[in-house]
């Protein structure tokens, strides 16, 4: 049974910085494109950052040069470091993983098929 379990999420003031976190079981990680993926009410879903199993990243023009995503395959585990938050970067966050071993990393992202995802943790960032 596929798995995903995010964490790192709260309420913090612009400027401020938080990590997520999400640990995945129940299938092989380190062979799938990984990505952290936000969802705000009335608004449509966005890809924030993928991570290829060999580390080349991906961003959304709207978190480039504020976000990093990363992980570590020994421990199933994909993180996103998120710096300089803004009001508009308050969303639901959740980490996917590809569909497929060889499926496109940044095409994913930009709005792939998502059938393994978790439940999210909220993020909150007040004026």
């Known amino acids: 049974q596929v798995q995903f379990v995010e964490s790192g999420g709260g309420s913090v003031q612009a400027g401020g910085s938080l990590r997520l976190s999400c640990t995945a079981s129940?299938?092989?990680?380190?062979?799938?494109?990984m990505g952290w993926f936000r969802q705000a009410p009335e608004k449509e879903r966005e890809g924030v950052a993928a991570?290829?199993?060999?580390?080349?990243?991906s961003y959304a023009d709207s978190v480039k040069g504020r976000f990093t995503i990363s992980r570590d395959n020994a421990k199933n585990s994909l993180f996103l470091q998120m710096n300089s938050l803004k009001p508009e970067d308050t969303a639901l966050y959740y980490c996917?993983?590809?569909?497929?071993?060889?499926?496109?990393?940044?095409?994913?992202?930009?709005?792939?098929?998502?059938?393994?995802r978790g439940q999210g943790t909220q993020v909150t960032v007040s004026s």
């Open positions: 996917a993983a590809a569909p497929t071993p060889w499926t496109n990393c940044p095409t994913w992202r930009r709005g792939g098929t998502q059938n393994r």
């Open positions: 129940g299938y092989t990680f380190s062979v799938y494109c």
């Open positions: 991570i290829a199993p060999d580390g080349t990243t």
